[in-house]
């Protein structure tokens, strides 16, 4: 920061703050509020400079709980904002930065207060926070509903004032504060399904404006536009005049503390490493506002928004007007999505259009540049142990979104990629997209069968290849090796536990009830070995003549499949193995002796084309599609929320009294 940090310790001798939160009431006609207001300073982007404002405020907003019922002070700041909000379009058009400056003073102080007011009180009583009224003389509070008048401010500001440099600061300042007004989630295990925030978001004054808040927070994170050098936010002026003379009122005041945009500032510094705030922090409150429950008798509009926005190029008319619909730029939403995949919510976002909203689907299954979108997803699991949980599903089931396409599937095999620096396993100078993305996906199926075991992680992998498996062309070598790699270690797992439950059985030893977790154990790889041999089958069957390197494979570790043969599980499925694995065998002895690589894979090439395919029995279509488990909210709010609390940008919360999760979840 601008100052040590210990000297943020002493807000609360500061006089403007303490007369704030004392015993008297102040007009919101007194000079009080410019002065109060009139402090220069960039907001925190960090968690860090967050915590030190944080603990420096909470001292002052317990004093404030407990005079504002006879003072008004803090309804009466609120209406300062207000006030100075009905003019901020102007002030922008005329470039008006001190009028802005302060609105965004005012703004950032109502946020620090509310951040600490909800973690003390419920809805109710911050509601009461809000109507009480100033006693000063001069006061002109009305009967409207503060709290409401608050909420329908801040969706305004965000969706009619243009992004501009000095406009960066209140606009980043409005999402927050709405994020911070959300926060009740948080402390609560449960999820919040109802209550005064939500009717006001979800179905009172601000529902007129849900397209329009749904596209600005899109194109904030489509446009990425980076924070503002401080030259752009307003500072005093040294030759004085009224800027000055306003500044200069509290020169001396502590809030010079928190010029975190000058010289020698951590802030300058961790721009560097977070230099978006206002994109990341409009997905997190785009994410926040999308999954919010639908309400006991109305839906949510921003869900509704989200699913039936179109392109701008779509001229076509609807069948039947869909509620909240609006129109955006496809091109640039899918060159942000496809560049930001590195953070969780931008992969949470990609998967909620995916799988919501069918013209963004369309759109992106119809790219000729699918390489952009699947390499950083690609990625994300290669580098599986880094990523929690929470991230590697979301990629896996975007995978199996695409892989629900045929058309995905056929067009990846022809997009041939080279050196993937990311990918160090191996060196792999060319391989198409569809190779590698089955080398990916085996790679993290064997990831989890050594280190969490996580069975839904499994399903959905083999999901993907399964969809994928009838479209199989031109596979890599490395490719066809790892499919028959991972069978092997299936075969491998299956016998060690076949063997313990063995041994467990003859012996009756003293823990008999190990006997079930056997059994249970024995299904599930049964269960995984079925679907290994469903999906080679099925490239078999479809595409023998494209893919000699997994014949190939197949023929060099033949001995794998015998011990299937026999088995009751597996035994009609292995008879096209058994089929392929005898004709090209045959063929190889035929051939002679000492064959060199090239010369087998000349006679697998032939043998392709030789072998009758009615030879083959025709199995089901392995097609598999994703389906959201009931109550999904279960899963996606405490989700969305540890992403809030971990990334939010320039929010700090301490970790006691945080109810939603644990905190070592993700």
């Given at each position: 920061?601008?100052?040590?940090?210990?000297?943020?310790?002493?807000?609360?001798?500061?006089?403007?703050?303490?007369?704030?939160?004392?015993?008297?009431?102040?007009?919101?006609n007194?000079?009080?509020?410019?002065?109060?207001?009139?402090?220069?300073?960039?907001?925190?982007?960090?968690?860090?400079?967050?915590?030190?404002?944080?603990?420096?405020?909470?001292p002052?907003?317990?004093?404030?709980?407990?005079?504002?019922p006879?003072?008004?002070?803090?309804?009466?700041?609120?209406?300062?904002?207000?006030?100075?909000?009905?003019?901020?379009?102007?002030?922008?058009e005329?470039?008006?930065?001190?009028?802005?400056?302060?609105?965004?003073?005012?703004l950032?102080?109502?946020?620090?207060?509310?951040?600490?007011?909800i973690?003390?009180?419920?809805?109710?009583?911050?509601?009461?926070?809000?109507?009480?009224?100033?006693?000063?003389?001069?006061?002109?509070?009305?009967?409207?509903?503060?709290?409401?008048?608050?909420?329908?401010?801040?969706?305004?500001?965000?969706?009619?004032?243009?992004?501009?440099d000095?406009?960066?600061?209140?606009?980043?300042?409005?999402?927050?504060?709405?994020?911070?007004?959300?926060?009740?989630?948080?402390?609560?295990?449960?999820?919040?399904?109802?209550?005064?925030?939500?009717?006001?978001?979800?179905?009172?004054?601000?529902?007129?404006?849900?397209?329009?808040?749904?596209?600005?927070l899109?194109?904030?994170?489509?446009?990425?536009?980076?924070?503002?050098?401080?030259?752009?936010?307003?500072?005093?002026?040294?030759?004085?005049?009224?800027?000055?003379?306003?500044?200069?009122?509290?020169?001396?005041?502590?809030?010079?503390?928190?010029?975190?945009?000058?010289?020698?500032?951590?802030?300058?510094?961790?721009?560097?490493?977070?230099?978006?705030?206002?994109?990341?922090?409009?997905?997190?409150?785009?994410?926040?506002?999308?999954?919010?429950?639908?309400?006991?008798?109305?839906?949510?509009?921003?869900?509704?928004?989200?699913?039936?926005?179109?392109?701008?190029?779509?001229?076509?008319?609807?069948?039947?007007?869909?509620?909240?619909?609006?129109?955006?730029?496809?091109?640039?939403?899918?060159?942000?999505?496809?560049?930001?995949?590195?953070s969780?919510?931008?992969?949470?976002?990609?998967?909620?259009?995916?799988?919501?909203?069918?013209?963004?689907?369309?759109?992106?299954?119809?790219?000729?540049?699918?390489?952009?979108?699947?390499?950083?997803?690609?990625?994300?699991?290669?580098?599986?142990?880094?990523?929690?949980?929470?991230?590697?599903?979301?990629?896996?089931?975007?995978?199996?979104?695409?892989?629900?396409?045929d058309?995905?599937?056929?067009?990846?095999?022809?997009?041939?990629?080279?050196?993937?620096?990311?990918?160090?396993?191996?060196?792999?100078?060319?391989?198409?997209?569809?190779?590698?993305?089955?080398?990916?996906?085996?790679?993290?199926?064997?990831?989890?069968?050594?280190?969490?075991?996580?069975k839904?992680?499994?399903?959905?992998?083999?999901?993907?290849?399964?969809?994928?498996?009838?479209?199989?062309?031109?596979?890599?070598?490395?490719?066809?090796?790892?499919?028959?790699?991972?069978?092997?270690?299936?075969?491998?797992?299956?016998n060690?536990?076949?063997?313990?439950?063995?041994?467990?059985?003859?012996?009756?030893?003293?823990?008999?009830?190990?006997?079930?977790?056997?059994?249970?154990?024995?299904?599930?790889?049964?269960?995984?070995?079925?679907?290994?041999?469903?999906?080679?089958?099925?490239?078999?069957?479809?595409?023998?003549?494209?893919?000699?390197?997994?014949?190939?494979?197949?023929?060099?570790?033949?001995?794998?499949?015998e011990?299937?043969?026999?088995?009751?599980?597996f035994?009609?499925?292995?008879?096209?193995?058994?089929?392929?694995?005898?004709?090209?065998?045959?063929?190889?002895?035929?051939?002679?002796?000492?064959?060199?690589?090239?010369?087998?894979?000349?006679?697998?090439?032939?043998?392709?084309?030789?072998?009758?395919?009615?030879?083959?029995?025709?199995?089901?279509?392995?097609?598999?599609?994703?389906?959201?488990?009931?109550?999904?909210?279960?899963?996606?709010?405490?989700?969305?929320?540890?992403?809030?609390?971990?990334?939010?940008?320039?929010?700090?919360?301490?970790?006691?009294?945080?109810?939603?999760f644990?905190?070592?979840?993700?």
């Amino acid at each position: 920061m601008g100052a040590n940090t210990s000297q943020v310790g002493d807000l609360s001798d500061n006089p403007s703050l303490k007369a704030l939160v004392g015993t008297e009431s102040i007009s919101e006609n007194d000079p009080f509020w410019n002065q109060l207001i009139s402090f220069t300073f960039i907001s925190p982007t960090n968690s860090g400079e967050s915590k030190f404002m944080e603990e420096a405020v909470i001292p002052l907003a317990k004093i404030l709980i407990e005079n504002n019922p006879r003072t008004g002070n803090f309804g009466a700041l609120v209406r300062i904002f207000l006030g100075r909000t009905k003019e901020l379009k102007i002030s922008t058009e005329c470039q008006d930065q001190l009028f802005i400056w302060q609105a965004h003073n005012a703004l950032f102080m109502i946020r620090c207060l509310l951040k600490v007011f909800i973690r003390e009180m419920s809805e109710e009583e911050l509601h009461q926070q809000f109507s009480y009224q100033e006693r000063a003389p001069g006061s002109c509070g009305g009967s409207e509903d503060l709290l409401e008048e608050l909420l329908s401010s801040l969706v305004h500001l965000i969706v009619e004032v243009p992004l501009l440099d000095i406009t960066y600061s209140i606009l980043f300042e409005a999402v927050t504060t709405l994020l911070v007004f959300f926060s009740y989630q948080l402390f609560h295990k449960d999820i919040l399904r109802d209550g005064l925030i939500y009717q006001h978001i979800l179905k009172g004054r601000c529902v007129c404006l849900t397209s329009r808040l749904v596209k600005t927070l899109l194109y904030n994170f489509i446009r990425q536009e980076k924070c503002p050098p401080s030259t752009h936010i307003f500072e005093p002026k040294a030759e004085g005049g009224l800027l000055y003379g306003l500044a200069s009122g509290v020169a001396s005041s502590l809030w010079n503390v928190f010029t975190l945009g000058g010289a020698g500032s951590r802030a300058g510094i961790d721009q560097d490493h977070d230099p978006l705030p206002l994109s990341n922090q409009s997905l997190m409150l785009l994410l926040v506002l999308a999954n919010l429950t639908d309400g006991p008798d109305w839906p949510n509009p921003y869900r509704q928004a989200i699913t039936c926005f179109r392109n701008t190029q779509d001229t076509s008319s609807l069948p039947v007007e869909q509620p909240h619909t609006f129109q955006i730029n496809f091109n640039s939403l899918y060159t942000a999505l496809c560049e930001q995949q590195r953070s969780d919510q931008a992969t949470l976002l990609l998967y909620t259009l995916l799988h919501q909203n069918t013209n963004m689907r369309t759109y992106v299954l119809s790219r000729t540049d699918m390489d952009n979108l699947v390499l950083p997803i690609l990625e994300i699991l290669y580098h599986v142990e880094e990523r929690n949980s929470h991230h590697v599903y979301m990629a896996l089931i975007i995978l199996l979104i695409l892989t629900e396409d045929d058309a995905f599937n056929r067009s990846i095999h022809e997009v041939v990629l080279k050196n993937i620096s990311w990918y160090t396993e191996r060196s792999l100078t060319e391989i198409s997209l569809g190779s590698l993305l089955i080398l990916v996906v085996i790679r993290t199926i064997q990831f989890n069968m050594t280190r969490t075991r996580d069975k839904y992680l499994h399903t959905n992998c083999l999901a993907a290849l399964a969809n994928m498996s009838a479209q199989f062309r031109c596979l890599h070598q490395y490719a066809a090796q790892r499919i028959i790699s991972l069978f092997a270690l299936l075969s491998k797992k299956h016998n060690k536990v076949l063997e313990q439950a063995t041994q467990s059985l003859r012996g009756r030893q003293e823990d008999s009830t190990a006997l079930p977790d056997y059994a249970q154990d024995l299904s599930v790889i049964e269960e995984v070995i079925r679907m290994m041999l469903e999906i080679i089958n099925s490239c078999l069957c479809n595409s023998l003549h494209h893919n000699p390197n997994l014949v190939y494979a197949l023929l060099y570790k033949r001995e794998l499949f015998e011990q299937f043969r026999t088995h009751p599980s597996f035994q009609d499925i292995m008879q096209n193995l058994d089929t392929v694995i005898g004709f090209f065998s045959q063929r190889l002895e035929q051939a002679g002796s000492d064959l060199s690589v090239e010369r087998v894979q000349e006679v697998i090439m032939k043998g392709a084309q030789a072998l009758p395919k009615d030879r083959l029995k025709k199995f089901p279509e392995l097609k598999f599609k994703y389906v959201e488990e009931d109550q999904p909210e279960d899963f996606f709010i405490p989700y969305v929320w540890s992403l809030v609390f971990n990334s939010g940008v320039g929010l700090h919360w301490s970790p006691h009294g945080i109810e939603l999760f644990s905190m070592d979840s993700g």
